[in-house]
């Protein structure tokens, strides 16, 4: 089965009489239409004495964007491909040598540089052929060969049902460092899905989903547009045939229309810039098969111009702002539908304006208005960008030997770097779809000018790590722009934010951040240390509101730390812990009560749920404190909102000798502000002084212990 049978209708065959505008123009760069490309059927006949021929469409492709370019690489690259692949077949019938070279014929369309469509020509011989990557070196050099090898799958036989997630880890890592392996796997997979009807239905639907979860959000992240929307389109009629069929329907039936009101529209625009002096392609550009769905399901019934919209191209910059003005001036405009990427780019690259003008029969029409260079980016992306190694072997290198690729976009960096924690295989895709499915970036920026990349909805949990890494579980609070705010405050585009942090080495994470923590590198480092450090009630036999220190049978403290505190028990040998929902601290007045295990649970006197075990029947223990020591205790400072507030408070404490282990700050309400405080102490009797301290700042109103229920021990 081919590939029309896996897509009977692509978006181009129904809608090629949209393609091409009325009326004569200048004659302008090639059009990136993938989907007239790539099938088979271009390669020319299946025999091999025809398939040197198909080399050709690679090279008259490549020197349309590169005139000069060296084109030997490429024979020989193809020369070693079709000798390595010959004898295997597709599951279609066609030779593997079809494979790479529609891949490579599509980057070559896109635009990629040589080395690239080299290593596409050759991207499966080390995979499936007994080609070395030492052979791809000595032949094609070091570049090439960390292509193929960045694309090369790891084999099932040695990562088991682990070989997909690493492979894509592996290839990312790689991308890390030259993003055109990404630009080849993107490739490969498009012409895998165009043919994908050759497998069983189950096969079909795995493929697909992965490519849903993780391939397409690359090449959205990576703005390589042209595969994106193609990619989308194959996988929506794999998945949801029957709504694919239904919009096929849709388009046919509105490419059948005696009359066209993009058409109109177009001729328009056309003869307002002819009378502006304004030199512009004025296009109809066809929505594909994924977008006609959506704005569907969005606005109901669809009208003529709902199926496509149109794409004005200029040559400079400032000819955007003067079509936009002389459109607005001479058309009605929707003032609401008015977007500038070009003054604020998307991260992916994306540049352009986006307005939209109503026609005289009242349809509205949206706009695209970009140079044809902001064009050639907005469907090629990171492709287009050429080599990124132009520069000298020594600019080619980081300081611990990889290479530095000035396209790295940050949020590859940052995949990168929380991927390195990723603890299993599991972890890592399911992290990895999670992180992809975030596909909008906001940016924030700290006090001292910087800026911090983050995906929409990330909180001040997540600046916090993107910033600091694990260093972040010494956050004690945040600023957003000047305000005291808590850290689960989702931060807004543009925001300033300003993360306060505590001195103590040791500082612990609160388990509640991980209900606002958005990013993998957040979630990963939060629950590294959590189960590194599990809370009494994951702990067996432990009580629900007992502390995670057992005092009378610790080993010995760790070093550079005091001891802590003693609490001696008339139950000889028995463990003793202190209760989490009173928190004791020498001097108070306490009692024990023992629990399941054999250990002792130890109350403040006045614990409402001493009074409960008493009741319940529960045998008081005797328990006493020993000598003095450290103590760890939980504070709640309430306070007027003030300038600096937190700042003079967290100062305070510090001068006390009290190290904060962990800090929530509420919400103001009425002007007024919640500090719930974990301090160590390194000696009891310095409580009511540090409680002194922190009363005398001014705007705190109260401090006292922190009390919460318990359930009984």
């Given at each position: ?303 003529g111009a709902d199926f496509g919209r149109l794409l004005v191209l200029v040559n400079e910059d400032a000819d955007c702002y003067g079509v936009l003005g002389e459109l607005h001036t001479c058309l009605t405009p929707v003032v609401s539908e008015f977007k500038d990427f070009i003054a604020v780019p998307k991260f992916n690259l994306y540049q352009s304006l986006h307005t939209a003008v109503a026609g005289e029969d009242g349809q509205v029409v ?263 020591a450290e103590c760890r205790v939980t504070l709640v400072a309430e306070s007027f909102v003030r300038p600096h507030l937190l700042a003079d408070l967290t100062e305070a404490m510090a001068l006390e000798g009290a190290e904060i282990v962990s800090a929530t700050v509420e919400p103001p309400d009425r002007q007024q502000v919640r500090h719930t405080y974990t301090v160590q102490l390194p000696d009891a009797a310095r409580l009511p002084a540090l ?23």
């Amino acid at each position: 089965m081919n590939a029309e049978a896996a897509n009977p209708a692509t978006p181009g065959s129904v809608t090629a009489g949209h393609v091409t505008p009325s009326g004569s123009r200048k004659k302008s760069r090639p059009r990136l239409d993938l989907r007239r490309l790539g099938r088979a059927a271009l390669l020319g006949p299946t025999g091999r004495d025809r398939l040197p021929d198909a080399i050709g469409h690679v090279a008259d492709a490549h020197r349309a964007h590169y005139p000069d370019a060296d084109l030997e690489p490429l024979r020989r690259a193809y020369v070693l491909a079709e000798s390595s692949h010959r004898g295997q077949m597709r599951k279609s019938g066609e030779p593997y040598i079809t494979h790479p070279l529609a891949v490579t014929l599509i980057l070559a369309e896109l635009g990629a540089e040589t080395v690239t469509l080299t290593a596409s020509l050759l991207h499966d011989t080390v995979e499936d052929t007994d080609v070395t990557l030492d052979q791809v070196r000595e032949q094609f050099g070091e570049e090439v060969r960390y292509l193929v090898d960045g694309v090369t799958k790891l084999e099932k036989v040695d990562y088991g049902a682990a070989a997909e997630p690493e492979t894509f880890r592996k290839m990312l890592v790689a991308t890390g460092n030259d993003v055109r392996v990404m630009s080849i796997k993107l490739a490969d997979r498009l012409h895998n899905m165009r043919t994908l009807g050759v497998m069983r239905p189950e096969k079909q639907e795995r493929i697909a989903k992965v490519t849903r979860d993780v391939l397409i959000p690359l090449a959205e992240r990576l703005g390589v547009q042209a595969l994106k929307t193609e990619l989308e389109d194959l996988v929506f009629a794999i998945l949801h045939p029957d709504e694919y069929a239904h919009t096929r329907e849709l388009i046919v039936r509105n490419a059948a229309r005696a009359d066209d009101p993009l058409a109109e529209v177009a001729d328009d625009v056309r003869k307002v810039l002819r009378e502006s002096d304004i030199t512009a392609e004025v296009l109809i550009r066809p929505r594909h098969f994924v977008s006609v769905h959506r704005v569907s399901r969005k606005r109901g019934p669809l009208t003529g111009a709902d199926f496509g919209r149109l794409l004005v191209l200029v040559n400079e910059d400032a000819d955007c702002y003067g079509v936009l003005g002389e459109l607005h001036t001479c058309l009605t405009p929707v003032v609401s539908e008015f977007k500038d990427f070009i003054a604020v780019p998307k991260f992916n690259l994306y540049q352009s304006l986006h307005t939209a003008v109503a026609g005289e029969d009242g349809q509205v029409v949206e706009v695209l208005i970009r140079t044809h260079q902001m064009h050639k980016v907005a469907e090629a992306g990171v492709v287009a960008l050429g080599n990124p190694y132009a520069g000298s072997p020594e600019e080619q290198s980081a300081g611990d030997g990889e290479r530095v690729d000035p396209t790295r976009p940050g949020w590859l960096s940052r995949l990168l770097d929380w991927q390195r924690a990723a603890p299993d295989p599991d972890t890592f895709w399911s992290t990895l779809r999670e992180d992809l499915a975030q596909d909008r970036e906001i940016t924030v920026f700290r006090p001292d000018g910087g800026t911090l990349g983050l995906p929409e909805g990330a909180t001040c949990v997540d600046a916090a790590y993107a910033q600091y890494g694990e260093d972040a579980h010494a956050c004690i609070g945040a600023r957003v722009n000047g305000r005291l705010a808590t850290l689960s405050t989702v931060l807004k585009d543009g925001d300033t934010v300003q993360l306060l942090m505590g001195q103590d080495a040791a500082s612990e994470p609160s388990r509640e951040w991980l209900e606002h923590a958005h990013t993998p590198a957040a979630r990963i480092a939060i629950q590294r240390w959590l189960s590194a450090h599990p809370a009494p009630d994951e702990a067996p036999e432990t009580e629900p509101e007992e502390s995670a220190r057992p005092l009378a049978a610790d080993p010995a403290p760790a070093p550079g730390r005091p001891p802590a505190a003693q609490v001696l028990s008339d139950r000889a040998g028995a463990t003793v812990r202190l209760a989490g929902c009173c928190t004791p601290v020498p001097p108070d007045e306490v009692t024990g009560f023992a629990v399941r295990g054999g250990a002792v649970t130890v109350h403040r006197a006045g614990c409402p749920a001493v009074a409960r075990m008493k009741s319940a029947g529960r045998a008081e223990v005797g328990v006493r404190w020993g000598e003095g020591a450290e103590c760890r205790v939980t504070l709640v400072a309430e306070s007027f909102v003030r300038p600096h507030l937190l700042a003079d408070l967290t100062e305070a404490m510090a001068l006390e000798g009290a190290e904060i282990v962990s800090a929530t700050v509420e919400p103001p309400d009425r002007q007024q502000v919640r500090h719930t405080y974990t301090v160590q102490l390194p000696d009891a009797a310095r409580l009511p002084a540090l409680m002194r301290a922190m009363r005398d700042v001014a705007g705190v109103y109260d401090v006292s212990r922190a009390q919460r229920q318990a359930s009984g021990a």
